[in-house]
């Protein structure tokens, strides 16, 4: 009767180390993380002059995953943007259009000739979307205008003669003069005497003029032609985000931010109970399990020695 009761015991302890075990194997293994797509880079990225939307082109073959292509929100120069749609594409083998290229360029002078040096009759042009072309210049859409002007400042001198004074008496003589629209002050008079005992002054004034004059001129000129290029087995994915302008983030208060000892990462304004087992980091419970384990094992072999001791 003894032997079948340390049969059985040794056989529930057998039983009972197994199950723990494979219990402690299944919650140490974890999951296999599924594969993730290579990212996709835009070709092109184009953004609307008010900022509201911004569209991302991205040209890809028939080896490429259309689901690395980037779909999360992201903000942008004072703007929280937003995927809306993804549109596809199938490119034309052989893609082309007309194009029209605004050039600018600084001239020293208005003088056409010499303005058209600056222009070359023929410019390559690649477009945003990596279209090439050779574009020609259109003559009609040549403009000139002033860049701007400057100033300038120079000495103006004048002299005057005053004959038959009865004396070298400067009462005699203006203090300030215009000579062509500038004011001039007296400066030195030269004093001669005439034969019937008269004088005759020569005043000498002097002042400052300001003239403006043209800094340079800047030239604009349209070219135009046709852009293509070859797409081989490409297809065209365009995703369009929509913008939301971003409001000024609040003044915060001293004392207002949170101790970072007590900040949930899921929402940074909402403290964290140490004692809430919610809480409590997933590998800090995977390693608790295995000690459990072997606490368990080890009560149930010292329970079975106990009893089959007792049997005895």
Not at 44 to 72: C, F, H, N, Q, W
Not at 93 to 114: C, L
Not at 157 to 168: C, E, I, N, S
Request: include cysteine; proline fraction near 8%.
């Amino acid at each position: 009767m003894k032997r079948k009761t340390i049969t059985h015991a040794a056989r529930l302890l057998c039983v009972l180390a197994l199950a723990m075990s494979l219990t402690t194997a299944a919650f140490a293994a974890d999951p296999p993380e599924p594969a993730q797509p290579s990212p996709c880079y835009p070709t092109a990225v184009t953004r609307s002059e008010d900022g509201g939307e911004i569209r991302k082109m991205y040209d890809l073959g028939p080896e490429d995953d259309p689901a690395g292509i980037p779909r999360s929100d992201f903000e942008q120069e004072g703007y929280h943007y937003t995927l809306t749609d993804l549109l596809k594409q199938e490119l034309p083998a052989n893609e082309s259009r007309q194009h029209t290229e605004t050039v600018s360029v600084n001239s020293k002078s208005k003088d056409m000739g010499a303005v058209l040096a600056l222009l070359p009759q023929t410019k390559e042009f690649i477009t945003e979307d990596g279209l090439v072309g050779t574009l020609a210049l259109k003559l009609d859409t040549v403009k000139v205008e002033v860049a701007g002007y400057g100033s300038s400042t120079k000495s103006v001198t004048a002299t005057r003669t005053y004959p038959g004074l009865a004396d070298q008496d400067t009462q005699y003589i203006p203090k300030s003069i215009s000579d062509n629209g500038h004011s001039l002050t007296l400066q030195t008079v030269n004093w001669q005497t005439e034969g019937d005992g008269h004088f005759t002054a020569v005043a000498s004034y002097s002042g400052s003029a300001t003239s403006s004059y043209v800094k340079g001129y800047t030239v604009t000129a349209d070219y135009a032609g046709t852009v293509s290029r070859i797409n081989l087995n490409k297809i065209r994915y365009v995703a369009i985000f929509e913008g939301t302008a971003l409001e000024p983030a609040p003044t915060e208060e001293p004392g207002d931010t949170p101790s970072p000892d007590l900040t949930d990462p899921a929402d940074p304004t909402t403290p964290v109970d140490p004692s809430d087992p919610a809480d409590t980091p997933t590998g800090e419970k995977n390693n608790v399990l295995p000690v459990v384990a072997v606490v368990v094992v080890v009560l149930l072999g010292g329970g079975a020695f106990y009893f089959i001791k007792r049997r005895r």
